[in-house]
């Protein structure tokens, strides 16, 4: 695969009515990631997603997608909005025609075969399919585009624990198939966990938290001290989050390279949803990537 | 095949239990030197994780000298682990299986097995280490 970015975003920012949704969002994202977009609700992030697909311009910088400004790449670009974009009157075989008619490299054996696995009936009206059938033919037409970005507004959410995993196996089996780069959000991180490699927290309409999900837990620990070493520990380290229980402190810590901590402290990687929820708890804090990958993509 | 499974709540990372698993059943001889392995696709439909997941932990067998990838073909067992040849496997299964009833039969739990086991193998390790 080709060194490009998947997504770059320059002093993007975002403005509807005087108030900015999205503020001074620079960003660099190596193709072929799986990246999750977190934040909570309010936070930027179907903003983001609809400049990444063209569905908004820019207040102020730049994106880009697949090496390209967004308009140059949109055909090779496919966007599943949140609200699935299904015509209720129209059967699963309508969809399939209109998916043909409207795109020129479609994949029409890939879309039946992946239906026909998945036990959608052709003839049923798509307003009389399950909620996580819907989402399954939604997901379908649009890998069906052969796009080389794939880009998910919530494509979880209101799904049960068994379609939601059904969704994500599809969306993962098609990752493995084809060179496909994918971001999608979502506002549950237990269901990004084993799925994404890359992981954006926006809050309050900024980046936050930017990076290889593998290399943020290797730069973060959590460790149990007590209370009077907290101070020691915050002079060498930044202490994303702090908790207090049974006379031990619990520390969040951004600990680059060697970390050596007393022997005698419990010392784990976070989980990646205690990573999401420490850095959401403190929007001051930031981690972005190191200067030397910062350095390299200008 | 190798039937990869994944434990979402020991804090391990997930391609450091594949690479485990390999290793397990390399250990214990269900996996050989030319045993194909499943393909990223193969795994990816059954734990729907990310595929590049996968291919991390084939790399590091792949570092290890354990597999090998060819291309277009799959990824493929190049050696075994452990020392004893297989042939003994079954004769110390029998003697484990039979030391574990009487372990039983004098009261012992699982957990006490297991502590007990632990402290024995640790102990055979300090006693290696002294005399290496």
Known sequence: MTERDMLTATGLAKRYHGDWALRDCSLSIPEGRVVALVGPNGAGKTTLLHLAVGLLEPTRGRIGVLGKPVGRALRNVAFLAQEKPLYPGFTVADMLRFGRHLNPRWDKAFAERRLAELGIPAKRKTGRLSGGQQAQLALTLAIAKRPQLLVLDEPLANLDPLARHEVMTGLMTAVAERELSVVLSSHVVADLTDTCDWLIVLNRGAVQVNGDIDDLTDRHRVLSCPAGSVPSVADRFTVVEQGAAEGQTSLLVRAEGQAVFDPQWPVRSPGLEELVLAYLRRPEAAVLPRPALSAATR | ?132
């Open chain 2, 1 to 132: 095949m190798i039937d990869f499974r994944l434990d979402r709540g020991s804090g391990v990372a997930t391609y450091l239990q594949l690479v485990h698993q390999v290793k397990s059943a390399l250990r214990l001889g269900t996996l050989s030197p030319g045993d194909r392995l499943p393909t990223a696709k193969e795994v990816v439909e059954k734990l729907a994780i990310n595929p590049n997941t996968v291919l991390k932990a084939y790399r590091e067998l792949e570092r290890e000298g354990l597999v090998s990838g060819r291309p277009g073909l799959g990824t493929f067992v190049e050696r075994t682990l452990g020392g004893a040849a297989f042939a003994d496997h079954a004769r110390l299964r029998g003697e484990l299986a039979r030391w574990l009833r009487s372990a039983h039969a004098a009261g012992l739990d699982d957990e006490d097995v297991r502590a007990l086991f632990e402290s024995v193998t640790g102990a055979a390790g300090d006693v290696k280490g002294a005399a290496g």
